[in-house]
Each structure stands twice: as C-alpha cells, then as structure tokens.
C-alpha cells in the first residue's frame, strides 16, 4: 500500500501516508472496523521514525478518518459516503493538478493535454 | 521538552588546529538526531567527546541531564553504543559477549536479546571474529538494544554494509525506538537513509557546526529558484540566505536558497522580478549545498 512514499519529496512522510490512508478508506480498499497496523510494526516495516507514524494517525484521527483505542490501537472509522466521495473528488483534483504542472513544465499546451486525457480515458471504458 | 545531548563551546583539538571549535549541540529528548558530515568533519570526534573517549579543552557536556566527564558511570550506564568500527573480542562467542554485557548493565534485558539473536539470525556459538561484516554490525546493535538505553549512539552503523544487513538493523531500531522514548544519535554520511527516519538533523563540516534544525524545517526551506528581472547584486529577504548563485544572463539568475519561505516570493516581486520557477531540494541535494556555500565562505 506505501510503495510511493518517497522520503525525499518535499511532502512531510507523515502527510504522504495519512494521504495513501485516507484515499485507501475513501476508495474502500480499507473498510471501517479494520485495524491498522500498530505505529511499531509500520514504522519497521517502513523503516521510518515512529514519530512519523503516530503523527500520520493523529492527523487521520482528526479528520474523523480512523479512531485510537487507547491500548487496542488504531481502527478504521465509519466515514459516511458523502465524506468518502469528497475525498477522492480532491484527491483526483490533486493529481490533475500535478499532471498540469508537469506539461506546464514540459510546454505542452491544454489543448494538448485534454486531447490526450480523452484519447487514453476513451480507451480505457472501451 | 529537555535535552538528552547539550554541549556548551566545546572545543578540541590535536596539535595547532582546532578539530572541533565551539561545538554546542542540542539534542531534544526522544529525536532521532542525525549527525551528517563528510569523512574527517569530526563526527567521530564529535562522539568520542560524549562519551568522555576524548577530553575538550574548553566547554561542557551534559548527557541526560548530567554532566560528563564528571558523572560518567552512571550516565554510561544509560547510554547504549555502537562505533564504527568493531571493537569486541574476536575470541569470544556471541553468547559470551552477551553475558559480559550483560553484567555491566542495570537495565539489561535477556528476552529483548533472545528475540533479537532470532531476527537477526545470529548463532550465539559462533566466534565474534569468525562473523561476517554485516553479522558484527549486527552483534554490536544487539548488545546496545539490549541494554535498554535511554540514549543510543551510533557512528556509522550501516556503512559498508549489504542492503538485507542495514534493512535489518534498521527495523530493530526503529522497533525499539517505538517502544519507548529514548533519544537516538546516529551518525552518517549516508543521507538517504537520515531522510527516513530522523526528525532533526545537525550538519557537521571542519569541525564546525554548520546547521542544527528539525528534518521538515530544514527541508521545507532549501530550495532551488530560477529568476528573471533581476536588478544586479540582489539577495534574498532575510532571514533566508544564499548558498549559491549562477548567473545565466543580466537578471537572470538562479538561486539555491536556505530558510526560504513562500511569502518571500512577494518580496522577489517587489524588486521587480518573478519566480520562474521553485524547485524543492532533498536532504541529500540541500547538504551538498550548504558545504559547498560554507566551504566557499571559508577559502574567500
């Protein structure tokens, strides 16, 4: 599930996790109820700061995205429909954003670029 | 929050020049603090002072909340060790080494060893000289972890090793690190692998200490723009500085800047120029460009 974290993006490690785990909640990759992995074994497996990890689910638990049981751990909240479908509206906001910087970068113009997004999503419902 | 590292105008040296000159590092307690540097800054020296391995000319040194050389075995006590290069006795087997540990050590803690000999891999009954590289680092860090410190120093502890070596001592430490809090040192010139885990980072160069921040602030401010319409010999607004300048055309310029913030970019328009373009620098690609900028300013 975390094979794009990149440390040396300029997004703190912390957002770029809290990021993959909502949209996993938001697409219903993960489903409410379900446990994630403790701080510990996630900050091992990524070998990355447990700081990190814990940030990453405080910032989740704010959002009303997961819920902290004190010595149970941290488990997937019942996020309503609504909620889910707002976060994957800006999540594919924030990748059409990236797309368009990128070909603002390489000069390819936005008649280019809406060309090209029907070309390939038109191949892809066929 | 207190520090588990404080140093005040430490100094050292051997002979003329100054190995280390007005060393104060802050080391916040439960940070995993990564020391960089390239090979011969002085980090080494840097450790062998806190541990009272090297006595300073001038300064103090507070571990824990006590002061070293002064108090030292009771601080040694709480502080676990790793140098970079082995330094147990090869006749010994790792069971033995274990059980010579052990006794040094109040809070010593047999299971932790045990799981760890087992996720390591390490058969107690082979000779500490007859292991291989990547099976010392591991010995070493075991019987560091074992001890339960409240501060682990590290020099170089996955240097020269294989990537399956390093990935495991790796996770013991974080492992350990996630069950309590103590504060982690480690010292590296391999960048990429800080960028993971610390959460402050302290830049080390001729002895110098060259920046001393947490990870994220240090990240979020060094940057690469490119700029046009440039009136000649402009700076940026304090308190960002300029770690290094190309001139590419009369007002065309690009910087590499350090304590950059976004609302700078206001004061760029004000002097009648535009960001063309902001580029973020990671850790590895910001540290080479603060020695470079500190190592100019030094031969000018």
């Not at chain 1, 938001?26 to 990890?53: H, M």
């Not at chain 2, 450790?47 to 507070?62: C, H, M, Q, V, Y």
């Not at chain 2, 075991?142 to 090793?161: C, I, K, N």
């Not at chain 2, 690190?177 to 885990?197: K, M, N």
Request: glycine share 8%; aromatic share 6%; net charge neutral.
């Amino acid at each position: 599930m975390f094979s794009q974290i990149d440390a040396r993006s300029a997004t703190p490690l912390y957002d770029q996790i809290a990021a993959r785990l909502r949209i996993a909640i938001a697409a219903g990759e993960l489903v409410a109820g379900e446990g994630l992995p403790s701080v510990r074994q996630l900050a091992s497996q990524l070998r990355i700061n447990p700081a990190t990890v814990a940030q990453a689910y405080r910032d989740l638990e704010a959002d009303g995205f997961v819920e902290m049981r004190q010595g149970a751990g941290t488990f997937v909240s019942d996020v309503a429909q609504e909620g889910r479908q707002q976060e994957r509206r800006r999540h594919a906001v924030h990748l059409v954003r990236k797309m368009v910087a990128e070909a603002g970068r390489l000069r390819i113009s936005p008649e280019e670029l809406r060309a090209a997004f029907t070309e390939v999503l038109g191949s892809r419902s066929k | 929050m207190s520090d588990a590292i404080i140093t005040a105008a430490l100094q050292y040296r051997v002979g003329r020049s100054f190995e280390i000159s007005h060393l104060d590092l802050r080391v916040p307690t439960g940070a995993i603090y990564g020391f960089l540097g390239a090979n011969g800054s002085g980090k080494t020296t840097t450790i062998r002072l806190l541990l009272g391995l090297l006595r300073a000319r001038a300064g103090t040194i507070t571990l824990l909340g006590q002061p070293m050389p002064a108090r030292a075995p009771e601080i040694l006590a709480r502080v676990g060790y790793v140098p970079e290069q082995p330094h147990l006795d090869g006749t010994l087997t790792v069971q033995e080494l274990l059980q010579f540990q052990a006794a040094f050590y109040p809070g010593w803690d047999w299971s932790l060893a045990e799981s760890l000999l087992g996720q390591f891999d390490l058969d107690r009954h082979r000779l500490f000289g007859k292991q291989s590289k990547g099976q010392k680092a591991k010995t070493m860090m075991l019987l560091a972890l074992a001890q339960r410190p409240e501060l682990l120093v590290l020099d170089e502890p996955t240097d020269g090793l294989d990537p399956v070596a390093r990935r495991d001592i790796l996770s013991a430490l974080l492992e350990f690190v996630a069950q309590g809090d103590a504060t982690v040192f480690i010292s590296t010139h391999l960048v990429h692998e800080l960028e993971r885990i610390c959460d402050w980072i302290g830049v080390m160069d001729n002895g110098h200490l060259l920046v001393q921040e947490p990870l994220l602030q240090l990240k979020r401010g060094v940057k690469r723009l490119q700029l046009s319409g440039l009136p000649a010999g402009a700076t940026p607004p304090a308190p960002a500085t300029l770690l290094s300048r190309e001139v590419s055309a009369p007002g065309m310029e690009t910087w590499t800047v350090r304590a950059w913030e976004p609302p700078m970019t206001g004061s760029i328009a004000a002097l009648g120029a535009t960001v063309l373009m902001e580029t973020d620098l990671d850790l590895e690609d910001g540290f080479i460009a603060l020695l470079r900028a500190f190592r100019i300013g030094q031969t000018r």
